[in-house]
């Protein structure tokens, strides 16, 4: 009689973890630290894959030159290597209070989960941000390697939600603390009146490439209304009064569709990634399915 | 056409908008619903498209709605109609016809004249607004009120389904008569008189209002009975009279005539009739004991009335008549002699009757004998005395009634009077009318011959005798005792028979104050109560038929009572009615459109308003 292991984390399953070990996260732009990690840096570096020949100049290594050729034509040349860097992947959960509709955080956090032990897995440095939380934002100070793991999935499952701070404002707080370049992973409903394209150009000038995962509850995807109705802001607590017409739900549809398509493009000008998906997508299907289709994890 | 309101200070219910409106915002109360983020959706609501005009409309459709749903309840309550109508009657009698050509069908299997208005009236009754209110008065031979001036529609619809056709002819002047006692209670100014147009041309009558004559299409071609009667022919036969007629429009048609007793046909003869002929038949009847003679008519064609192709007759007792003379009035018992069927009393060895047909005598106390006819001779009748006395005088007849049925092929001339009645006054000629009598012959200074008739009885008075004058040597003397036993065999029923007419039915030989239970045609039945003389009066018989009158135990007693009227059989119908003041009104042949209510149709629309109200906020909200 086999006896299962014990789970890890609630986060992800043991089978889901397994999974995760065999992908990493395709990144386009090489926006990596300085230190040596195993995502290959656009510069020569020291990595034992030779790259290409240059010129040798004054100062340069000598030992990188390449003594065969110098004894052979009489003229130095220099040996480069491909360079193996090291990337930050920061992983921002809005937990605001929208969040807590609809499972939208716990997908959030599972979510977050994938794209931490992927980084883990990877090697690459990885750090966690509670955004929109109701205190001062927790957060997980960078952290390299499998054995990191358990700090990772125990940051996430402490998050609580319940927060008023826009995204945008959670955003600009998380680069006040970080630094290094690399990834970073942004799971919100970007439902908010702020201006996201500074927050991204923030992101994006920090040297972070923009992952952004918008999660919209299924009454947001396709909401009901009938008669009239008082809808009260989970977060500002402002109301608005609403009464049910035929007209009013394809407008609301156009406005979230223009909305998503917004976000794409702020994403896509700065060479990111954005997904719309449902918190009722079951987790798997979005992890090993869509995000494989779509080309952000290989 | 815009629609007018009887009830138009119900609009102030319009105020009730106000409190509507107010209460519907501040009782508005509308449910909270978290949601993540407003973002989307104030967006959405910032939109110039949903702030289009249409889209506030839609908004506020409930509102809308709401106010739509008692606009309109507050318009029906105002009661709208479409005027229809040049002059709006709020109190209207309608005078329908029940006569026997409204029973008329149009073709076989059709409608009746009287089915046609109950329709139309039907209609008229539906759109009867608030403040309008009918009188239904049926009219035959007479007219009597069906219901009061009512709006009641539930009533008048009852009272016109009870409505059937009566077999007698039509007396508007009865229904006319009717509207205008009406009229006195409640003031109305026009009368709608509903119609086959089968009425009198003329009618005596000074309209008090204005009428609307409503005249239906006539019916379909018909022939029928228009005169059964019977006359005493000698050697104690009867010679039987049937007369038929027929329609203006009646086609040609072939059919049988049967003559009937007892429902065994006792004679008939084929008929081929044309329009416009008028067959009289003849038949010859055995006399006997009275009996109930049927005639029937069949057709082989459709024939659009049946109430006249039977009539029923009453056939007397064939019986001598009974006279008493006495006996030294030799000059009378001699004439009567001569005549066929008359027994003269007193004679030798044969009882004296209690009653007689005729008394001649110049006994006064034998005026007394019970008698439907009595001749006094040279007897002055006691009211009389006053204002004629007699002279011993010679005298002539200055002139006399050659059209009475007594001194017909009688003259008068150089007849030698030696008793000379002289009037007391020259008022006399009037006292005598006020008294009920009727001057014959008109002596040099009074009146030598009176009659007047008391009930059934009727009184002849000779003011001078006979034989104190040169009459007995006339030839005319035994001419005016045959005129004198002819009037007294048709006072007495022996000499002719005429059928009954529907109307009203009279009988007699009863006992006094008998009750007594009559059945007829129809269903009909009724027990009324003879009067002292054993006399039935007054008793309803609006169907053609036998009736059968029962009194106490006694043998039943058949009546019959018959239609035979020319006007209602020849379906004639006039296009305007002639009234006394030389007004004319004409018939309408299109049916009059009354007003249109409108208020059922309004508050259909409110509670289509509603069901769309409930629809609209009972429905999601459509997802795309």
């Not at chain 2, 016809?97 to 004249?113: C, E, K, P, V, Y």
């Not at chain 2, 009272?159 to 003031?187: K, N």
């Not at chain 2, 011959?449 to 005798?465: C, N, Q, V, W, Y």
Request: with cysteine; proline share 5%.
């Amino acid at each position: 009689m086999t006896v299962p292991a014990p789970q890890l984390t609630a986060l992800l399953s043991n089978r889901d973890l397994d999974r995760l070990a065999r992908l990493r996260l395709k990144v386009s732009r090489r926006f990596t630290n300085r230190g040596r990690g195993e995502h290959l840096g656009v510069k020569g570096g020291t990595s034992t894959e030779f790259c290409d020949y240059r010129d040798y100049t004054a100062g340069d290594d000598v030992r990188f030159v390449d003594w065969n050729i110098f004894a052979r034509i009489q003229r130095p040349y220099l040996k480069q290597f491909h360079q193996e860097e090291e990337l930050h992947v920061a992983l921002l959960v809005d937990a605001s209070r929208s969040m807590l509709f609809e499972e939208k955080l716990a997908l959030a956090q599972r979510l977050a989960a994938a794209f931490g032990v992927l980084g883990l897995r990877g090697g690459e440095k990885v750090s966690a941000y509670a955004l929109g939380t109701a205190g001062p934002s927790p957060r997980l100070q960078p952290t390299r390697g499998r054995s990191a793991q358990g700090k990772l999935f125990t940051f996430l499952e402490s998050i609580e939600g319940g927060g008023d701070t826009p995204v945008e404002r959670g955003i600009e707080g998380f680069l006040r603390q970080h630094s290094g370049r690399g990834v970073a992973v942004v799971i919100s409903d970007f439902l908010t009146d702020g201006d996201l394209r500074r927050s991204f150009n923030l992101l994006h000038n920090a040297g972070l490439e923009i992952y952004a995962v918008q999660l919209l509850g299924p009454s947001e995807l396709a909401p009901e209304i009938t008669g009239d109705l008082r809808f009260v802001d989970s977060e500002t607590a402002a109301n608005l009064d609403i009464s049910a017409a035929g007209d009013l739900l394809s407008l609301y549809h156009e406005y979230r569709r223009a909305h998503e398509a917004q976000l794409t493009a702020l994403c896509q000008q700065r060479s990111g990634k954005f997904l719309s998906i449902s918190s009722a997508e079951p987790f798997e299907r979005v992890v090993f399915d869509l995000l494989r289709r779509r080309g952000w994890i290989v | 056409m815009l629609p007018a309101f009887t009830s138009l200070g119900n609009a102030w219910l319009f105020a009730l908008l106000v409190p509507l409106v107010v209460f519907y915002f501040l009782k508005l109360k509308r449910p909270r619903v978290a949601i993540p983020s407003l973002m989307l959706w104030r967006q959405v609501l910032n939109d110039q498209r949903v702030n289009s005009p249409f889209q506030r409309f839609k908004r506020n459709l409930l509102l809308l709605l709401q106010i739509l749903i008692l606009a309109l309840l507050v318009l029906a309550a105002m009661q709208p109609f479409l005027r229809r109508e040049a002059a709006r009657a709020h109190r209207l009698p309608v005078l329908i016809d029940i006569s026997a050509s409204m029973g008329a069908l149009d073709h076989a299997h059709g409608n009746t004249r009287l089915d046609e208005v109950k329709r139309s009236l039907r209609e008229r009754i539906d759109g009867l607004l608030p403040d309008q209110e009918l009188c239904l008065v049926a009219f035959g031979k007479t007219a009597r009120r069906l219901t009061p001036f009512t709006n009641n529609h539930r009533e008048l619809r009852d009272a016109l389904d009870g409505l059937t056709v009566e077999d007698v002819p039509s007396d508007i002047e009865e229904a006319l008569r009717l509207a205008q006692a009406l009229g006195r209670t409640e003031p109305f100014d026009r009368v709608l008189l509903l119609s086959d147009g089968n009425l009198p041309t003329q009618a005596n009558f000074e309209l008090p209002f204005q009428i609307d004559f409503q005249k239906t299409a006539p019916g379909g071609s018909n022939f029928g009975i228009v005169a059964f009667s019977a006359r005493r022919a000698p050697g104690g036969h009867w010679q039987v009279f049937v007369q038929l007629a027929g329609s203006a429009n009646a086609e040609s048609s072939t059919g049988t005539l049967e003559l009937r007793q007892q429902d065994k046909v006792i004679a008939h003869e084929d008929l081929s009739l044309t329009r416009g002929s008028s067959p009289r038949l003849a038949f010859d009847l055995a006399g006997g004991p009275g009996a109930v003679l049927e005639a029937r008519l069949r057709l082989n064609d459709f024939d659009s009335l049946t109430s006249d192709d039977s009539a029923w007759l009453t056939v007397p007792a064939t019986r001598p008549l009974t006279v008493y003379v006495p006996d030294h009035l030799a000059g009378y018992r001699h004439a009567l002699a001569a005549l066929e069927d008359v027994n003269v009393f007193p004679q030798a060895d044969t009882p004296t009757p209690a009653v007689f047909d005729l008394v001649i005598s110049d006994h006064e106390e034998d005026m007394t004998k019970p008698a439907r006819v009595r001749c006094a001779i040279g007897i002055i009748p006691p009211d009389v005395r006053s204002l004629v006395t007699v002279e011993g005088k010679s005298s002539q007849a200055i002139d006399w009634r050659r059209d009475s049925p007594l001194l017909q092929h009688v003259s008068l001339r150089d007849v030698v009077f030696m008793d000379q009645p002289v009037s007391t006054g020259v008022t006399t000629e009037d006292a005598l009318a006020q008294l009920g009598y009727e001057i014959l012959a008109q002596g040099e200074h009074g009146p030598l011959m009176l009659d007047k008739r008391t009930g059934e009885t009727l009184s002849i008075a000779l003011l001078f005798h006979t034989d104190r004058s040169t009459l007995p040597y006339r030839v005319g003397f035994p001419i005016f005792v045959s005129n004198l036993v002819q009037t007294a065999l048709h006072e007495s029923g022996l000499a002719e028979a005429e059928a009954g007419h529907t109307g009203v039915l009279s009988a007699e030989g009863f006992n006094p104050n008998a009750s007594c239970s009559i059945s007829g045609p129809a269903n009909y039945r009724r027990t009324v109560q003879a009067d002292e003389q054993g006399r039935l009066t007054g008793i309803p018989a609006p169907h053609a038929g036998d009736y059968t009158i029962t009194a106490g135990g006694g043998l039943p007693q058949s009546v019959g009572a018959s239609l035979l009227s020319l006007s209602e059989t020849s379906l004639a119908a006039v296009d305007q009615l002639q009234f006394n003041d030389q007004l004319t009104v004409a018939a309408a042949t299109a049916p009059a459109k009354s007003d249109r209510t409108l208020w059922w149709i309004i508050a259909f629309a409110a509670f289509l308003a509603l069901l769309v109200e409930w629809w609209w906020f009972q429905r999601p909200a459509r997802a795309v």
